[in-house]
């Protein structure tokens, strides 16, 4: 696996881009993004509860962070799906005194017999100090935790 960020991404500061290859086809993929017991094993606390259905609301819980102002607490609403193609969900920090509100967009292209997968997570605000420290925590989690817990899954997967 490799996950690199586009040259551009640094200097977009709403926005945190992914771009990781999968070894893996894109329905093996799909299912890892949206099958609950598969989102479980990757993703936070409460992605059992997702189902893909737009305008599907649930819950999810991390640990808080509070010099990023992080609840640890995201109301998740679905807002669009391409089956086997794209994801996209709204997240929202339960703290009405975290304005965090981002959309985070999955895209899957087939690449040989593997997934060039994309995430696109946007909707920070730059002349927020703590969403610029969100941004750079929730960055690096996605290049290296999350795609190494999502890589997991997939090797698992028969």
Not at 132 to 152: E, Q
Request: no cysteine.
């Amino acid at each position: 696996m490799n996950a690199h960020t586009p040259d551009g991404d640094a200097d977009d500061l709403t926005t945190v881009r992914v771009d990781q290859f999968l070894p893996h086809p894109p329905a093996k993929v799909w299912r890892a993004l949206t099958e609950p017991q598969l989102l479980v094993q990757w993703q936070m606390p409460g992605s059992q509860d997702f189902r893909l259905e737009v305008g599907h609301r649930y819950r999810m819980t991390s640990v808080p962070r509070p010099n990023s102002r992080f609840s640890g607490v995201v109301d998740v609403q679905v807002l669009a799906y391409d089956v086997e193609r794209m994801l996209s969900v709204r997240w929202v920090d339960t703290d009405p005194a975290n304005p965090a509100d981002w959309t985070i967009t999955w895209t899957l292209e087939q690449e040989g017999r593997g997934t060039r997968l994309f995430l696109v997570h946007e909707g920070f605000d730059p002349d927020d100090p703590a969403q610029m420290l969100a941004r750079k925590i929730m960055g690096g989690g996605w290049r290296t935790h999350v795609m190494r817990s999502l890589g997991h899954t997939l090797e698992g997967l028969r």
